[in-house]
């Protein structure tokens, strides 16, 4: 999932001025704080530096999970065309882009966050890019949500891993009181990811929603540590993305786990692919999560004919029907 051309020229244009040594350097210190999962009481990205570094570095892997994960979304709910967003610590806008992508129907959306630097790079970014003004709002994750109304689609992206579990618990309640249609939510592929998308499964599954996507079913994760679920997203480097990395592989693999939770149940269940399909002459092995509530591995033949092809032709993270 490769960036919308004008929000790529956009991101170069706003680092004119800046040396890729500073953005490296600045990059490589709110890795270690990503990385490290560090909750001090200080914003990541506290200055322009930082939020330029975040732009350049982790924007276009943001992105391409989150559009992804929408992309999950749109395929089970076919007839999901929503209105309005509300994204909860947007950052530089990354979901609203992703959004406005995925679903021709937006026409509005709300964007919260508590960082001025990166809130203020993402209203530069995305200034006149749509067919409505986004609505930019200043604040934390708990007064900022006071006066905030509903929304069709409402989001929450690699923002989990910041917050202490028990917030996490009280926002994403309030998150799923404003949802009027899907509930998105997601982390870094990681274990500890993964765990925290559980979490907010259950918790909300045992408020009557209805899991969409990635999950084929409503049963009990059965996925078993030390394995986990997750997905990956390729995406390609620009040279502005080599340079802030100091990379030389000229493509990123974005590791992310999802949960999308809907008012309403979706489409027919569909086995998810959860890993590299493996392939040989005639054959092809697939680890699967099944709508009947099980996971494991299936092989597939050319004696199984329709479903060979249709394996042949799947992709990690893919749907797979009957």
């Not at 986004?134 to 891993?161: C, I, K, Q």
């Not at 009557?208 to 990956?232: K, L, N, Q």
Request: net charge negative; aromatic share 6%; charged share 30%.
């Amino acid at each position: 999932m490769d960036l919308p051309n004008l929000l790529r020229s956009r991101i170069e244009e706003s680092l004119l001025g800046t040396s890729s040594t500073e953005l490296q350097r600045a990059g490589e210190i709110l890795s270690g704080r990503y990385r490290a999962e560090t909750r001090d009481g200080r914003l990541h990205l506290s200055d322009d530096l930082f939020a330029k570094a975040y732009t350049a570095a982790r924007l276009p892997a943001t992105y391409a999970a989150v559009r992804a994960a929408m992309e999950a979304v749109a395929e089970a709910l076919p007839e999901f065309g929503p209105d309005r967003l509300l994204d909860v610590g947007s950052g530089p806008g990354t979901v609203l882009w992703a959004a406005a992508d995925a679903f021709e129907t937006l026409s509005g959306a709300t964007l919260l966050e508590a960082s001025a630097p990166i809130r203020r790079l993402g209203e530069r970014l995305g200034e006149g890019a749509f067919a409505f003004p986004p609505e930019w709002r200043s604040g934390d994750l708990r007064s900022g949500l006071v006066g905030l109304g509903p929304a069709d689609l409402v989001t929450l992206s690699y923002v989990l891993d910041e917050i202490e579990p028990a917030d996490a618990d009280r926002l994403v309640d309030a998150l799923w009181e404003r949802t009027e249609g899907v509930l998105l939510i997601v982390e870094p592929g990681t274990p500890a990811g993964w765990r925290r998308i559980l979490r907010v499964r259950d918790r909300l599954l045992a408020r009557g929603a209805h899991v969409v996507a990635p999950c084929p079913h409503a049963e009990a994760c059965p996925i078993e540590a030390p394995d986990w679920c997750h997905f990956s997203q390729r995406l390609p480097r620009s040279r502005l993305h080599l340079r802030v990395k100091d990379a030389e592989v000229p493509f990123e693999d974005e590791k992310f786990a999802y949960v999308a939770l809907a008012r309403e149940t979706g489409a027919e269940k569909a086995a998810r692919v959860l890993a590299p399909p493996r392939t040989g002459s005639g054959k092809v092995r697939l680890k699967l999560c099944r709508p009947d509530g099980t996971a494991g591995e299936e092989l597939l033949t050319k004696r199984d004919g329709e479903a060979f092809r249709r394996a042949r032709r799947a992709d990690w993270g893919d749907r797979l029907p009957a």
